[in-house]
């Protein structure tokens, strides 16, 4: 029984309040050095002109697009951009790489057409587990392309396969914690980078 089957009730405000406080917890427990850690390899890839691309699954989807969005657009930078790419966004390349070559292959074959060495390749996953994203990890590591871990749950092939990554601290299965705390570090790394790059990059 993960933790939120065991502070479920029928009563909706105390529901919400055990869901609360639990995040809470779940957000204190990340590591804020794995953060740092991430923030100074998208800055590293800026100064380099990589591209940084962003994959995953389901609600990991949207957190990839929302992800690349406040990166590339938030910051507010045309003359020396992030240049962040999501690709579960393509939805005709999604359905014609799936359909022709099966759903694990549809961000590896993306990553082989689009990214170079030196580029960076993040994953939002809260298993860790999902054959498409484990696929894609194995050919950037093969290719001199960077791979940064998003996880929960235990982090799964991805995190142990990652040259880096931020993971958050939940029980197996529970996906709504995972993603939120997701969530919670695009707005935290966008909400840095955007006034970084407006203080000129000074810290």
């Known amino acids: 029984m ?3 089957d065991r502070f479920f009730t029928s ?6 309040d055990a869901y609360i406080q639990y995040l809470q917890a779940v957000l204190k427990g990340i590591e804020v050095n794995e953060v740092a850690g991430f923030v100074a390899t998208l800055l590293d890839a800026r100064e380099r002109g990589a591209t940084v691309f962003f994959v995953g699954n389901g609600g990991s989807a949207a957190t990839a697009s929302h992800f ?7 910051t507010n930078d045309y003359e ?3 240049r962040a790419i999501s690709l579960t966004d393509n939805v005709p390349v999604l359905t014609a790489l799936g359909n022709d070559f099966g759903y694990e292959e549809i961000f590896v074959r993306q990553l082989r057409i689009l990214g170079r060495p030196g580029d960076v390749l993040v994953g939002i996953s809260a298993s860790g587990n999902s054959p498409n994203l484990i696929r894609a990890f194995d ?12 996880t929960a749950f235990d982090g799964g092939g991805m ?3 990652a040259t880096e990554g931020i993971h958050v601290p939940t029980g197996p299965k529970e996906y709504g914690p995972a993603e939120d705390a997701h969530m919670v570090l695009d707005h935290l790394v966008g909400a840095y ?3 970084y790059v407006k203080a000129g990059g000074k810290r």
């Open 2 to 4: 993960n933790n939120i």
């Open 11 to 16: 009563d909706p405000a105390a529901f919400a």
């Open 68 to 74: 690349a969005n406040d990166l590339a657009i938030g």
């Open 80 to 82: 020396k951009p992030f």
């Open 139 to 150: 050919y950037a590591n093969t290719a001199g392309i960077k791979t940064v871990a998003i």
């Open 159 to 161: 995190k142990a396969m």
């Open 193 to 195: 980078l955007m006034r």
